[in-house]
């Protein structure tokens, strides 16, 4: 049994140290803010719930394989419900697409609204799948510079089949090659945002992802995605993790390049562990005295990658043409990611992207009334003015939306909070504001990305969105499965 001290609550933090106090492990979890959750938390206005940042859950069978891994049963802690449809989609010229999770219905939704039809979506999502298989053991599942994961049947099949994960095209590349039209083209293009990419240079692989939300599924929990922290938190209870909430920790002690335990609160505490869910930079330069070795080095040097703005409104209204999750494209999306990652501000027609959970969860918001999350992508902070940009931001989503719903949304507005790159980098230690760590934008960025053991401070290990496999729910949660089976391995 080892004494593992991990620094901070995100789910990659909750998966790691259930998995481990399972397996009999002393584990003890801190964090600065009241309660867990990290950037997934949540919080009430006027009798309105918000989640304050991941707003969909894909790959259920991750969190169904980490509560089995724990002899529990998921159900017990969680009640998912399956989207009907993923996202409603509306284009400048007044089309609207809905994206339904039954695919055969996607289908025939393309071949009624588009010029392209249902043999060029299947098409895509057997391109889709074949990533999948040839990259989910060796990149998502398991760590890809351990040598049991090199060195197996899948591995040696993925090296033979290269080409096939396509990382020498761009996300826009790829998808142009199976679509005609160009609002499917923008709309598969999309997915590269999720883990804070721009489709326009990020490699195809990122093409991996439309895949894992289709099959099996998406999903939103019966009372908001907070309840995914709960759920994992529970659990970790129940395995007897101790939380210690409002402790700060200013530092991770070193003895020769071997972590030992950290500084928190003032004082010192030892452990055979330590695992930080802290994003990768922050934890180098601020938890670790800005420690210069070629792991920090490399990593600072790495372009960050998207942030957002979120305006959070509890509207006195109900929208019946909206769907849970909704997008309202802009008009030139090349343009729009030139404005992004080249000029490194706020676009001025930018994609507004619009989460309702009261639309499945009426709790969420008062009789008659709508929560609403409208999130626009972002550049990483670089000193920018946020106060004009966020201004700027606003005007220009009003008008998007008043146009798309032919209505006034401002005089609809009860209440408004704002979460900008700023708020992100002070709120939850992202570093400059970027929601996803690193950019996926090259095509070696699956190769860059910071290992979960780290490789130049002993029995230092790394989970979280900018640690690997990356960003979202699912990966992040994956991530701390593969800290606990690193530990594990080193201690059988």
Same mark, same amino acid.
């Given at each position: 049994?080892?004494?593992?001290g991990i620094?901070?609550?995100?789910?990659?933090?909750?998966?790691?140290?259930?998995?481990?106090?399972?397996?009999?492990?002393?584990?003890?979890?801190?964090?600065?803010n009241?309660?867990?959750?990290g950037?997934?938390?949540?919080?009430?206005?006027?009798?309105?719930?918000?989640?304050?940042?991941?707003?969909?859950?894909?790959?259920p069978?991750?969190?169904?394989?980490?509560?089995?891994?724990?002899?529990?049963?998921?159900?017990?802690?969680?009640?998912l419900?399956?989207?009907?449809?993923i996202?409603?989609?509306?284009?400048?010229?007044?089309?609207?697409i809905?994206?339904?999770?039954?695919?055969?219905?996607?289908?025939?939704?393309?071949?009624?609204?588009?010029i392209d039809d249902?043999?060029?979506?299947?098409?895509?999502?057997?391109?889709? %799948?074949? /990533?999948?298989?040839?990259?989910?053991?060796?990149?998502l599942? &398991?760590?890809p510079? #351990? *040598?049991? !994961?090199?060195?197996?049947?899948?591995?040696?099949?993925?090296l033979?089949?290269?080409?096939?994960?396509?990382?020498?095209?761009?996300?826009?590349?790829?998808?142009?090659?199976?679509?005609?039209?160009?609002?499917?083209?923008?709309?598969?293009?999309?997915?590269?945002?999720?883990?804070?990419?721009?489709?326009y240079e990020?490699?195809?692989?990122?093409?991996?992802?439309?895949?894992?939300?289709?099959?099996?599924?998406?999903?939103?929990?019966?009372?908001?995605?907070?309840?995914?922290?709960?759920?994992?938190?529970?659990?970790?209870?129940?395995?007897?993790?101790?939380?210690?909430?409002?402790?700060?920790?200013?530092?991770?002690?070193?003895?020769?390049?071997?972590?030992?335990?950290?500084?928190?609160?003032?004082?010192?505490?030892?452990?055979? %562990?330590? /695992?930080s869910?802290v994003?990768?930079?922050?934890?180098?330069? &601020?938890?670790?005295? #800005? *420690?210069? !070795?070629?792991?920090?080095?490399?990593?600072?040097?790495?372009?960050?990658?998207?942030?957002?703005?979120?305006?959070?409104?509890?509207?006195?209204?109900?929208?019946?043409?909206?769907?849970?999750?909704?997008?309202?494209?802009?008009?030139?999306?090349?343009?729009?990611?030139?404005?992004?990652?080249?000029?490194?501000?706020?676009?001025?027609?930018?994609?507004?992207?619009?989460?309702?959970?009261?639309?499945?969860n009426?709790?969420?918001a008062?009789?008659?009334k709508?929560?609403?999350?409208?999130?626009?992508?972002?550049?990483?902070n670089d000193?920018?003015?946020?106060?004009?940009?966020?201004?700027?931001?606003?005007?220009?989503?009003?008008?998007?939306?008043?146009?798309t719903?032919?209505?006034?949304?401002?005089?609809?507005?009860?209440?408004? %909070?704002?979460?900008?790159?700023?708020?992100l980098?002070?709120?939850?230690?992202?570093?400059?504001?970027? *929601?996803?760590g690193?950019?996926?934008?090259?095509?070696?960025?699956?190769?860059?990305?910071?290992?979960?053991?780290?490789?130049?401070?002993?029995?230092?290990?790394?989970?979280?969105?900018?640690?690997?496999?990356?960003?979202?729910?699912?990966?992040?949660?994956?991530?701390?499965?593969?800290?606990?089976?690193?530990?594990?391995?080193e201690?059988?």
């Open positions: 049994m080892k004494k593992i620094i901070g609550t995100g789910l990659g933090a909750l998966s790691a140290a259930a998995r481990l106090a399972a397996k009999g492990n002393e584990v003890h979890i801190f964090e600065k009241s309660d867990a959750g950037k997934a938390s949540e919080f009430y206005e006027q009798g309105f719930r918000f989640d304050t940042g991941p707003s969909i859950l894909s790959m069978y991750v969190l169904n394989d980490l509560f089995e891994e724990c002899n529990e049963n998921l159900n017990d802690y969680l009640s419900n399956k989207l009907d449809i996202c409603r989609y509306f284009f400048n010229d007044g089309a609207i809905n994206a339904y999770s039954d695919v055969e219905r996607f289908g025939e939704e393309i071949s009624e609204k588009t249902e043999e060029s979506l299947n098409n895509f999502f057997t391109y889709s %799948k074949t /990533i999948y298989e040839l990259t989910a053991d060796l990149f599942f &398991n760590s510079t #351990d *040598i049991k !994961t090199l060195f197996n049947k899948k591995s040696f099949k993925t033979l089949n290269i080409h096939k994960i396509d990382s020498f095209r761009t996300v826009h590349q790829a998808v142009s090659a199976f679509f005609n039209d160009k609002k499917l083209i923008q709309l598969f293009d999309r997915y590269a945002t999720y883990n804070g990419s721009n489709p990020a490699p195809a692989t990122l093409n991996i992802i439309p895949y894992v939300e289709y099959f099996p599924g998406s999903y939103l929990p019966s009372d908001g995605i907070y309840s995914v922290t709960n759920a994992l938190k529970k659990l970790a209870e129940k395995k007897a993790v101790k939380f210690y909430f409002n402790f700060n920790v200013e530092k991770i002690i070193l003895n020769n390049k071997t972590a030992v335990g950290i500084k928190v609160n003032g004082k010192e505490i030892l452990f055979d %562990k330590v /695992i869910n994003d990768v930079n922050i934890t180098f330069k &601020n938890l670790l005295n #800005d *420690i210069t !070795t070629f792991e920090s080095k490399r990593y600072k040097k790495l372009k960050p990658s998207l942030s957002g703005v979120v305006f959070y409104w509890g509207i006195d209204n109900q929208f019946p043409q909206l769907e849970t999750h909704n997008i309202i494209f802009s008009e030139d999306y090349k343009r729009e990611f030139d404005q992004l990652t080249k000029h490194k501000t706020v676009p001025d027609e930018p994609t507004v992207y619009i989460y309702i959970s009261s639309k499945l009426p709790y969420d008062p009789d008659g709508e929560n609403w999350f409208v999130m626009i992508n972002a550049p990483y000193g920018q003015n946020w106060k004009e940009e966020i201004s700027k931001a606003r005007k220009n989503i009003i008008g998007r939306i008043n146009k719903l032919n209505t006034n949304i401002e005089e609809k507005i009860l209440f408004e %909070k704002i979460l900008s790159p700023t708020d980098e002070e709120k939850t230690a992202a570093y400059r504001g970027s *929601i996803y690193i950019s996926s934008d090259k095509k070696t960025s699956a190769f860059l990305r910071q290992q979960n053991k780290s490789r130049t401070i002993r029995n230092l290990y790394f989970c979280g969105g900018s640690a690997h496999p990356g960003g979202g729910i699912p990966l992040v949660i994956l991530s701390g499965k593969i800290v606990s089976d690193i530990i594990h391995s201690t059988e």
